[in-house]
T-cell receptor, first 113, second 114 residues
Framework: AQSVTQLDSQVPVFEEAPVELRCNYSSSVSVYLFWYVQYPNQGLQLLLKYLSGSTLVESINGFEAEFNKSQTSFHLRKPSVHISDTAEYFCAVIKAAGNKLTFGGGTRVLVKP | SAVISQKPSRDICQRGTSLTIQCQVDSQVTMMFWYRQQPGQSLTLIATANQGSEATYESGFVIDKFPISRPNLTFSTLTVSNMSPEDSSIYLC???????????FGSGTRLTVV
């Protein structure tokens, strides 16, 4: 079975500073990887995904994540955060031939002015 | 992406009662998934619901506690039975988006059991 580890449960960061959220996964088979964001009191929204192709994937709001197969990682980065990026971020993995998402424990990002 | 309507959005219930959560999708989907997010924690898959067959439950979840219905390809319900305060969580439904966008989630049902 696959598993996902998000190494940081909370990340405080100042506005306009860069942020990196770490995600490592474990799986014996090929996987697809996702980052979801949950804004306060809201549901989950897909931020970005890696299915195949380029290992660097980007979202429309400035986030990017890089799939590193050798390090089994899918870290999420943003070069300059905004107050509105305050949210909880979840890394998730699914077997390429499967249909069940496995989530990491989540990283709460608090952007300070 | 699929659009999911989930209701109720929140409820406060008395212990010992049951609550049924509804999930409506704007397109036909083969599988629907039900998750629980306990306070301050990540999401845990409860069960997978296929139309026309019994739901498949994950370890630690049983049908008597979380009965699921899946009467057609666009609708499912999850019932939280004989509730206790430990059932206070956010419950979310999800579907696989065949457009390739991954998995879409409903906005969740925030349940508080008192």
């Amino acid at each position: 079975a696959q598993s996902v580890t998000q190494l940081d449960s909370q990340v405080p960061v100042f506005e306009e500073a860069p942020v990196e959220l770490r995600c490592n996964y474990s799986s014996s088979v090929s996987v697809y990887l996702f980052w979801y964001v949950q804004y306060p009191n809201q549901g989950l929204q897909l931020l970005l995904k890696y299915l195949s192709g380029s290992t660097l994937v980007e979202s429309i709001n400035g986030f990017e994540a890089e799939f590193n197969k050798s390090q089994t990682s899918f870290h999420l980065r943003k070069p300059s955060v905004h107050i509105s990026d305050t949210a909880e971020y979840f890394c998730a993995v699914i077997k390429a031939a499967g249909n069940k998402l496995t989530f990491g424990g989540g990283t709460r990002v608090l952007v300070k002015p | 992406s699929a659009v999911i309507s989930q209701k109720p959005s929140r409820d406060i219930c008395q212990r010992g009662t049951s609550l049924t959560i509804q999930c409506q999708v704007d397109s036909q989907v083969t599988m629907m998934f039900w998750y629980r997010q306990q306070p301050g924690q990540s999401l845990t898959l409860i069960a997978t619901a296929n139309q026309g067959s019994e739901a498949t439950y994950e370890s630690g979840f049983v049908i008597d506690k979380f009965p699921i219905s899946r009467p057609n390809l666009t609708f499912s319900t999850l019932t939280v039975s004989n509730m206790s305060p430990e059932d206070s969580s956010i419950y979310l439904c999800s579907v696989e988006d065949l457009g390739g966008d991954g998995y879409t989630f409903g906005s969740g049902t925030r349940l508080t059991v008192v």
